[in-house]
């Protein structure tokens, strides 16, 4: 199983930056898909997931409006579009697979996670 993040980077206040999340090694429609990400001396924390059929979504209420989580079950890929990106978001973001979870929030329902692409945002 490999879960390989991509498009972090360093980027200004207000600026966009799309996650990607490339998956292997299993099968990719029967997972829900999870962003989780982890700020220095800060838990992991939820961002975003979408369930494994793609009609169902959630986010942190402090990323509604600004993230949209979507999935390509052709492509085994998952992506995150982040939009007016604050200070506040700098972490390193990690994907998550789980086997058709519904408690799409709670990390300790997932399987399989990558190792992170870090997110750095200037004021």
């Known amino acids: 199983v490999q879960l390989v993040e991509s498009g972090g980077g360093l980027v200004q206040a207000g600026a966009s930056l799309r996650l990607s999340c490339a998956a292997s090694g299993f099968t990719f429609s029967q997972y829900s898909m999870g962003w989780f990400r982890q700020a220095p001396g800060k838990e992991r924390e939820f961002v975003a997931a979408?369930?494994?059929?793609?009609?169902?979504?959630n986010y942190a209420d402090s990323m509604k409006g600004r993230f949209t989580i979507s999935r390509d079950n052709g492509e085994n890929t998952v992506y995150l579009q982040m939009k007016t990106l604050k200070p506040e978001d700098m972490a390193v973001y990690y994907c998550?697979?789980?086997?058709?979870?519904?408690?799409?929030?709670?990390?300790?329902?997932?399987?399989?996670w990558g190792q992170g692409t870090q997110v750095t945002v200037s004021s």
């Open positions: 979408i369930n494994w059929s793609g009609d169902r979504s």
């Open positions: 998550a697979a789980g086997y058709r979870v519904l408690g799409l929030a709670n990390r300790e329902n997932y399987d399989y």
